[in-house]
């Protein structure tokens, strides 16, 4: 009862992450006529959503089907189900969740989901992107993480590695962009504040305080 209950809340925090990013994709194309760039203008993001969407369906689908599927549908192994492990991963998720919602607001206007070669955004520098590069990437890649903790089907981890890895392709995709838009003045950000994790060093001390980034 205890492991459905923390795979129930689990389900209902990934549920509510990608209902904010709709929500927020919706948002940016009534103000801008773009929606983020939900569904990017170029051939290669065209080609990575037509892998994505369907990791997230499963990510978001999975934890539910683990809830509320009788016995002889379920996709893990009862052993495998441990309640203070799903406990422990829905309050991961919690504070992925809360950490990102703050991440999107540093980005203000400047968010999106996927490059536009023809676009031009202002960087992000200050806020958790003086920390790291990608947030954003980060807390997600830990969310999936604790999903798949707490529901270790082969499915789940199948989807776990897709998604772990387009997102660390596509943060070096972003920065190949950035640095050629923006010169210098990226480069110089990037050989300060690392890709997903902060140098403990850098977030004892402060960080670049000017505006300015991706996710």
């Given amino acids: 009862?205890?492991?459905?209950?923390?795979?129930?809340?689990?389900?209902?925090?990934?549920?509510?992450?990608?209902?904010?990013?709709?929500?927020m994709t919706r948002r940016a194309r009534r103000r801008s006529g773009r929606a983020a760039n939900f569904l990017p203008p170029e051939t290669l993001g065209w080609a990575l959503r037509l892998v994505w969407v369907p990791i997230v369906v499963i990510w978001i689908g999975h934890p539910f089907v683990?809830?509320?599927?009788?016995?002889?549908?379920?996709?893990?192994?009862?052993?495998?189900?441990?309640?203070?492990?799903?406990?422990?991963?829905?309050?991961?998720?919690?504070?992925?969740?809360?950490?990102?919602?703050?991440?999107?607001?540093a980005m203000g206007?400047?968010?999106?989901?996927?490059?536009?070669?023809?676009?031009?955004?202002?960087?992000?520098?200050?806020?958790?992107?003086?920390?790291?590069?990608?947030?954003?990437?980060?807390?997600?890649?830990?969310?999936?993480?604790?999903?798949?903790?707490?529901?270790?089907?082969?499915?789940?981890?199948?989807?776990?590695?897709?998604?772990v890895a387009l997102l660390q392709w596509e943060a070096r995709r972003e920065e190949a962009y950035l640095a050629r838009v923006h010169g210098q003045e990226y480069a110089g950000y990037c050989t300060k504040v690392r890709r997903f994790v902060p140098a403990v060093g850098w977030v004892i001390s402060r960080g670049p305080s000017r505006r300015g980034g991706p996710q």
């Fill in 66 to 105: 683990t809830v509320f599927a009788r016995p002889h549908w379920r996709l893990i192994d009862p052993l495998l189900a441990r309640g203070w492990i799903a406990c422990a991963s829905a309050v991961i998720a919690a504070v992925c969740l809360y950490l990102s919602r703050g991440c999107w607001k």
């Fill in 109 to 163: 206007k400047s968010w999106r989901m996927g490059i536009d070669p023809s676009e031009r955004t202002a960087l992000v520098f200050s806020g958790p992107y003086a920390y790291v590069r990608h947030p954003i990437y980060a807390l997600s890649q830990a969310m999936m993480l604790a999903t798949v903790v707490a529901i270790p089907s082969p499915l789940m981890i199948a989807a776990g590695l897709v998604h």
């Fill in 1 to 23: 009862m205890t492991y459905r209950l923390g795979v129930l809340i689990l389900a209902l925090i990934v549920a509510a992450y990608w209902a904010q990013v709709v929500k």
